[in-house]
């Protein structure tokens, strides 16, 4: 198993056009976490799954954003009608259920919307 | 409002030496707290945790302390080494860790100078 990876790496978009990520976990890791990282700041939480349900959403998360994990295994994250205000380090991470709170990240997909 | 606090941008220290990272919290409902490090271009790794009901936790180089009464922790690495300069983030965590994730300081960037 090579950890948690993410694809693309490096994303650059127009601002208004869609663009998704995805993440493949560690494959017997039930819960997936999505986080936002931008420049000189901690990750933010985005959003979380166990299994395929997603359980919980941060405010940050607004209505041009979505992510999925329809068989439990890989996740996607969309975000519609693209902002520069999006432009971040987009991190999966990954772990067991509880209690496992040393969650694997992945290397991250960078947006650069312009 | 942020609810972790790590007040020091960067420290530098000297390689053998004892690195000293700092963190503050202010929410209370906290009762985990990890430490990760990261490196440029990669994800967040996790380093060690401690759980609330404990005050210290060792890890061969590493110590985590916990004041709860201060909301305040720090990280102990002895000695320093130079592959230990990275960008290093104190994050916290309330009730499980799965709801809302974890609530990440803004990081030190520990230099170790040779």
């Known amino acids: 198993d090579t950890g948690v990876s993410q694809d693309p790496r490096h994303k650059i978009t127009k601002r208004g056009q869609n663009v998704t990520f995805r993440c493949d976990p560690i494959?017997?890791?039930?819960?997936l976490y999505w986080y936002r990282q931008t420049l000189g700041q901690g990750p933010e939480f985005l959003t979380y799954?166990?299994?395929?349900?997603?359980?919980?959403k941060s405010r940050l998360l607004s209505d041009r954003f979505s992510a999925e994990r329809p068989k439990g295994s890989f996740s996607t994250l969309e975000i519609q009608r693209t902002e520069q205000g999006d432009s971040a380090m987009y991190l999966c991470?990954?772990?067991?259920?509880?209690?496992?709170?040393?969650?694997?990240f992945g290397s991250g997909t960078r947006l650069t919307v312009v | 409002d942020q609810q972790v606090k790590q007040n020091s941008p960067s420290l530098s220290v000297q390689e053998g030496r004892i690195s000293i990272l700092n963190c503050d919290y202010t929410?209370?409902?906290?009762?985990?707290f990890l430490w990760y490090k990261k490196y440029p271009a990669e994800g967040p790794t996790f380093l060690i945790s401690?759980?609330?009901?404990?005050d210290k936790n060792e890890d061969g180089r590493f110590t985590v302390f916990l004041n709860k009464s201060a909301k305040h922790l720090s990280l102990h690495i002895v000695p320093s080494q130079p592959g230990d300069s990275a960008v290093y983030f104190c994050?916290?965590?309330?009730?499980?860790?799965?709801?809302?994730?974890?609530?990440f300081g803004k990081g030190t960037h520990l230099i170790i100078q040779p």
């Open positions: 991470a990954s772990s067991q259920s509880v209690p496992n709170y040393g969650y694997t």
């Open positions: 494959s017997e890791h039930n819960r």
């Open positions: 799954f166990q299994n395929e349900a997603q359980l919980e």
């Open positions: 929410n209370s409902m906290f009762d985990y």
């Open positions: 401690i759980s609330s009901i404990k």
């Open positions: 994050a916290a965590s309330a009730e499980g860790g799965g709801a809302d994730g974890l609530t």
